[in-house]
């Protein structure tokens, strides 16, 4: 039951909606239906740089990775994040390593890029209400939510640096989690069976140790010389998702929405979606977008139009091209192994290669 218990909770999040606000949802709908084709190319571009932004923020922290392969891996493991109700990241992120490995990444490049995707958007996702919401503060004309979220933000930036700064600095931390490591990896040797011979072989052979120094060496080599690369791609992935909010207000015909006012409730919303145990943070993402456009002056008809259109491009379209890019991931090792791609397997070995997708 606990693996269903995000989905089901989303489903009557949104179930509750639609018996409490059904006259607004057929307004919607009627709105929806009458939305001129030629605006569709509009939003689905959006989502394409979407995309490729966060195509790009992978390549950033993943020396040797292209922008193809980046596609794949991100989508794919979006897809398993955003569909798999429990344990979705980790399966996500099981993907990304399995991917990575096959195109022949060293496991420092693999590791140090799992965390860096990790921890580095979190300043981001922090920083952006901080500069967003940070006039009206000075303006006086910031409300207690807002106050909230800024003094937060302030708080975490200011903690993650410095934990950051110490833990790159010192070894202490790393020394530490190894040890840990160590310990788990002695539990695990007493406490698997002899069967599983290759598990067991692979078990023995790590050095959890040597790996969390190892670990910290590559994350500042990657600090270092690709910094300002993680910055702007991480800032371009911002930009691309506030286009898509901005696309899907446009294309819904919601009036009343400035431009600084979309940015709070997209900065508000970001934070929101950080702070949910529910994957994708369905549901309840949508439910706060709503509020959030509400509080902006926008009309109830026009917040919710604009959130569906703007949750269907963020959301579902990652699960839908997540999907079909496994499946041609998978189509395309399959191949290789029995031989129907030929002349292609230094394609899987080499790191800036991308995956044959023809047969």
């Not at 995000?6 to 607004?24: C, G």
């Not at 807002?146 to 302030?154: E, S």
């Not at 919710?304 to 269907?312: E, I, K």
Request: with cysteine; hydrophobic share 50%.
């Amino acid at each position: 039951m606990r693996r269903f218990l995000p989905s089901v909770v989303a489903l009557v999040i949104v179930a509750t909606f639609s018996v409490l606000q059904r006259d607004v949802l057929g307004d919607i709908v009627n709105r929806l239906t009458h939305i001129h084709p030629a605006g569709l190319p509009i939003l689905f571009g959006a989502a394409v740089v979407m995309v490729v932004a966060r195509a790009a923020f992978l390549a950033s922290t993943s020396p040797g990775l292209s922008i193809t392969n980046a596609v794949t891996a991100d989508q794919t493991a979006l897809a398993a994040g955003y569909g798999i109700a429990l344990g979705g990241g980790l399966v996500g992120t099981g993907m990304r390593i399995h991917m990575f490995t096959r195109w022949g990444l060293p496991n420092h490049v693999t590791a140090s890029s799992i965390v860096a995707t990790a921890v580095f958007p979190s300043f981001t996702t922090w920083g952006l209400p901080i500069f967003v919401l940070a006039p009206l503060l000075f303006a006086g004309t910031a409300d207690a939510v807002h106050t909230t979220v800024f003094i937060a933000g302030v708080a975490l930036v200011l903690v993650s640096v410095v934990f950051w700064w110490i833990a790159l600095q010192s070894e202490w931390m790393f020394r530490h989690l190894g040890q840990i490591a160590h310990w788990i990896k002695r539990l695990a040797l007493r406490r698997l069976p002899r069967r599983l011979t290759r598990v067991r072989k692979f078990v023995e052979r790590s050095d959890p140790l040597e790996f969390s120094y190892q670990l910290r060496t590559n994350l500042r080599i990657l600090l270092r010389h690709r910094w300002h690369l993680m910055l702007l791609s991480s800032l371009g992935t911002l930009c691309a998702a506030f286009l898509c909010l901005l696309s899907s207000a446009w294309l819904f015909g919601a009036k009343g929405l400035t431009l600084h006012e979309a940015l709070v409730a997209f900065s508000l919303v970001r934070v929101l979606i950080a702070l949910s145990p529910i994957p994708g943070a369905a549901g309840i993402a949508e439910l706060g977008l709503i509020a959030l456009l509400e509080r902006s002056g926008v009309s109830v008809v026009d917040a919710t139009g604009t959130t569906l259109l703007y949750r269907s491009v963020t959301w579902f379209f990652p699960i839908v091209a997540g999907t079909v890019l496994w499946w041609r991931y998978s189509r395309s090792l399959k191949g290789a192994e029995n031989g129907s791609i030929r002349n292609n397997d230094s394609q899987f070995q080499d790191p800036r290669g991308s995956i044959p997708l023809h047969g």
